[in-house]
């Protein structure tokens, strides 16, 4: 009974619920069902609409597509660049970290040389205060020295006081020896040669390095002619109180003759362009010759052994000399504009004194004095130790040519462009240089740039070639006023230029001009 009861309550549950879905039901379908109770034609119409506007959102929808389409691929691309961008990044990434880790040696090394710098330059400062106070200590013994020297100025003063006194005791001896020749009968020339000769002796011969100079007789003729150079001789010089003449000419050759027979005694060998230029040093164991190769050949003497090479010059060397106190001492000049003070002991250049003006010929007038003349006329000194030039300049010529120097280094001879050759007393150049007379002659012409004039060794004569073969020599001029003739014009180079001309201390005068050089009686 019970059972039942449940089943009939069980059946009325689903009857109900059935009844609510079946309401549900018709509830959802009644639009459809109102639709289909609409006429067909409506529907129809709304459908079309609904269509078209579906149509159209669905182009809109297509066109968005496409962009999203292309903005897709665009952005593929961009990932594929990024990804191989970021492959090359972590490839270089080793080569950095390498990198980095070289430059952080790299940093410790320099930080370690930085610490070692300042180490050393801690040391400098430290070396360099030391070598302050030994400057202050040498600038203190410097003083010292310029008082030591003011007192041996002084000295000086005092000794040439003294030999200012036998001087003057000297000339009172004279006096007295002419009185007592001229009471003794002899006639004035005998009585002056004789008490000069006195007097000399008493102050001359007393003094260190005096050498006795016979009077140098004039010459007249030829009495050697020497064919020394193929393409004509350039230079030549006397050895020092011998009769060797030294040459050089075209043929890139220097040669040694005897004055006296004539005979070539050696070659030297080696040289590079033509020789402009000579000079032997005062012990006459070093020949040295000036060249149109800009450079210097220094050779011995005996056996013509080259020494050295002297390199510095930028264009042809125009003279040189040698210094009569310093044996290895020599001094060159130049067309590039400079003197330069070579030292034959090393082969080196000590010094280069520049000139606004070519300096076309030089002579060592003192001990550490030049005499230089140069193409703008003028004459001018250098002191060979402090590398300057003095104030004094002397306007001798329009066009300086050659300078030479007298046995005594009293006297410089120059010779100009226009044809005349001038005295100087150098005795004191650095304070005056006086002019001792003119010399010149109607047919004499100096030979261009080249031309060498020189002084006889008693340094009473004068000689010097002209561009017409011939020799002038005139007399030593007594002063600045005096413009003596010529003594004797020699003839004997056949109308060929003079370009070099020397005197031996010896007597005999060499000349030379292209093809041959003369010795004269």
Known sequence: MADAKAAIAAIGRATRKLRRRDAVEVDAHRPAIEALNRPFAAQALEWKEKAEKYELELQHLYKAH???????????????????????????????????????????????????KTKALELLIQEHQAAKAELEQALAKLKDVENENTQLVERLMQAKMVEAEKLNEANAMYEEMVLKLKAAGLGAGGMQHHAEQEADGIIRRSEAGYIDIIETPIPSAPRITIRAHEGGCGSIIFQNNTDMLISGGQDQTVKIWS?????????????????????????????????????????????????????????????????????????????????????????????????????????????????????????????????????????AHTD????????SKTYVLSSGRENVHKLFDVRMPTVLVEDSGTLRAPGNRVVGSWGRPCISPDEKCIAAGSSDGSVYIWPKPKDEKDAPQPLAILEGHHSLPVVSSAWSGYGPLATADKNHIHIWA
């Not at 389409?69 to 090359?88: D, F, N, P």
């Not at 990044?89 to 930080?111: F, M």
């Not at 070539?264 to 060998?269: A, D, G, I, V």
């Open 400 to 407: 300086v040519t050659s300078v030479c120097v007298s046995r």
């Open 66 to 116: 496409s962009r999203s389409s292309e903005q897709l691929v665009t952005l593929i691309e961009e990932l594929k660049a990024l990804k191989a961008l970021l492959k090359e990044k972590e490839a270089l990434i080793p080569a950095l970290q390498s990198e980095l880790g070289q430059t952080s040696e790299e940093n410790v090394q320099l930080k370690q040389s930085l610490e070692e």
């Open 259 to 395: 004055a006296h027979t004539g005979a070539l005694s050696s070659t030297l060998q080696g040289c590079l362009g033509s020789v402009n230029d000579l000079a032997v040093t005062n012990d006459n164991k070093f020949v040295i010759a000036a060249c149109s190769s800009n450079k210097l050949f220094v050779w011995e003497a005996n056996g013509g052994r080259p020494r050295h090479t002297l390199t510095g010059h930028t264009k042809s060397v125009s003279c040189v000399d040698a210094s009569w106190v310093k044996s290895l001492v020599i001094a060159s000049s130049s067309s590039d504009r400079t003197i330069k003070i070579w030292d034959l002991q090393t082969g080196f250049c000590k010094s280069t004194i520049m000139s606004a003006s070519n300096p076309n010929s030089l002579v060592f007038i003192h001990g550490d004095t030049i005499c230089s003349g140069h193409r703008n006329g003028s004459l001018q000194f250098h002191d060979i130790r402090t590398g300057k030039s003095s104030a004094t300049t002397v306007g």
